[in-house]
């Protein structure tokens, strides 16, 4: 395979697949950034709307040797203030949205004998954050789907690896939506919004996500890469050694003092 790589990068008008974009871009790749707003238009909660972005690719180029799933939000709310519906939307872009994704580039990378998926997941997905049940939860679940996708098609040349950023300094934190329910009188209001000032004030103060990039990048040019990356501040990455070794009651009484009071 020659150095220079077909890579699309879903959401990429901003933050981390903007960042990843650029800097891969100036590495000399093929890059198709695709967002529902910017680039290449995809809506990764339609499957047509995929298809025809991976078919287009593929008309153009023959090939497609990366893809990064970044598209991605997040919605903020108790778990009883966020209604099945906001939680379905939820899933459909984190979770769903990546499941699209593979299927729709996975028959031409496995015909190729070779190719790279890397989805960005989280450090939420594996330690729940109070009050980001929802978002939490796709990216635990992309925790499982990564897993198992790893094992299917390795046999195919095709590697797959997952990046768990914790905060980083992205839009995310502006776009982030509050379920309709979280204000008004609802009994877990102020505590909800003191938790949600504390995320937006940790994630402002986080890096830039042009460290996340450099990961990427690293991954991408890995002859053997690992599952799973950690990136982001050293509190955050070491509280996922610390909730391997220690009893989950210290971890909860952790994420209480941090979030919740």
Not at 53 to 80: K, P, T
Not at 95 to 110: E, Q
Request: proline share 4%.
């Amino acid at each position: 395979m020659s150095s220079s790589r077909v890579i699309l990068i879903t959401g990429a008008s901003s933050g981390i697949g903007r960042s990843c974009a650029e800097l891969l871009a100036k590495r000399g790749h093929r890059v198709y950034g695709a967002s529902r707003s910017a680039g290449l238009r995809l809506d990764v909660r339609d499957e047509a709307s995929v298809n025809e972005v991976v078919r287009s690719i593929l008309d153009r180029e023959r090939r497609l040797d990366v893809v990064i799933n970044n598209a991605g939000f997040g919605i903020a709310g108790a778990i009883e203030n966020t209604s099945i519906e906001e939680a379905k939307e939820q899933f459909e872009v984190n979770f769903f949205g990546v499941m699209r994704v593979c299927r729709a580039v996975l028959p031409a990378m496995r015909s190729q004998g070779q190719g790279t998926i890397v989805t960005i997941g989280s450090i939420g997905g594996l330690i729940a954050i109070p009050y980001q049940g929802l978002y939490s939860a796709t990216k635990f679940a992309l925790e499982g789907l990564t897993e198992s996708l790893r094992l299917e098609v390795r046999d195919f040349g095709v590697r797959v690896v997952l990046i768990e950023p914790g905060d980083h300094r992205t839009g995310f934190t502006q776009n982030r939506r509050s379920t309709a329910e979280s204000g008004g009188a609802s009994p877990y209001r102020s505590v909800f919004e003191r938790a949600v000032t504390r995320m937006a004030n940790d994630e402002q103060a986080g890096p830039p996500p042009d460290r996340v990039a450099a990961l990427v990048a690293k991954v991408i040019d890995s002859r053997r890469p690992r599952l799973r990356y950690t990136v982001g501040p050293v509190p955050q990455r070491a509280a996922v050694w610390l909730k391997r070794l220690l009893p989950y009651a210290a971890i909860e009484a952790i994420m209480r003092q941090n979030y919740l009071r």
